[in-house]
């Protein structure tokens, strides 16, 4: 056989090899799509990872004042949206039952109204034959006692928030006295042993103050919803007042 012939088949089988190669399947695109589930499902398995290296015993409870805490928030944001009266309105309605149908059909308006205002109304209204003055020392007292049902649970949600990062600064310190132990038991100062006892002692503070912060606004909107119905119940009670002294004049 010529070598020239040999030389082009040599040449033409080298070729077809490259263009094999070529056109082979590429395996980058099943790693490509593992790692998009990856980065879908890692969120939530950080989360699971972090919690475990924490330690349950410091993280649990961490948890458990986040659950109750935004329970007790739940609940009084709710009960503090249903209190809320337009006093304006019920205003006009009780001075419309004043002209038409006296004391009784006043009462009768503010007891089928729901709230803190209607219920003082309510208490007002029932001392009015006992003079202006116990109206208005009726109103002082049974305001006190809505301050004291608006603010329920206030107490119970400032103590999650205080205890949360306690337990995670519990839970560092602790954390460093088990790392220090373990550079004592191994003799040597490792960078990896030190580094990982830290990482898993810090943990506990970035969950208790995490806990606390979210906490904390739901905290401030529940005094600031308080304090706005507060104002409420005290610029309708002045004006209830006037409003019982005016009906008592024209009688």
């Given at each position: 056989m010529s070598p020239v012939i040999t030389q082009a088949q040599d040449t033409t089988e080298t070729e077809d090899a490259a263009v094999q190669t070529t056109t082979a399947p590429q395996p980058s695109s099943p790693a490509i799509v593992d790692d998009v589930v990856v980065e879908e499902q890692g969120f939530h398995q950080v989360l699971k990872e972090k919690f475990?290296?924490?330690?349950?015993?410091?993280?649990?409870?961490?948890?458990?004042?986040?659950?109750?805490g935004l329970a007790v928030s739940l609940e009084r944001i709710i009960t503090l949206n249903l209190s809320a009266t337009n006093t304006k309105k019920l205003l006009a309605k009780v001075e419309d039952a004043l002209e038409t149908g006296g004391i009784e059909a006043a009462k009768d308006v503010t007891k089928d109204t729901r709230g803190p205002v209607a219920s003082i109304f309510t208490q007002g209204l029932m001392r009015y034959s006992e003079g202006i003055d116990m109206v208005e020392k009726s109103i002082i007292a049974y305001g006190s006692v809505e301050m004291g049902r608006l603010e329920k649970g206030l107490i119970w949600l400032a103590l999650f928030i205080a205890t949360a990062p306690m337990l995670g600064f519990l839970g560092t310190v602790i954390g460093m006295i088990e790392a220090f132990d373990a550079i004592e038991a191994a003799g040597d100062i490792s960078p990896s042993l030190v580094a990982g006892g830290i990482k898993v002692a810090l943990i506990t503070t970035v969950g208790g103050l995490i806990v606390a912060i979210i906490l904390q606004v739901f905290y401030n909107y529940i005094v600031a919803k308080v304090d706005s119905l507060a104002n409420s119940m005290e610029d309708a009670s002045i004006s209830l007042v006037d409003l019982l002294v005016r009906h008592k004049l024209t009688r």
């Open positions: 475990i290296e924490g330690g349950v015993t410091f993280m649990t409870p961490i948890l458990l004042c986040l659950i109750l």
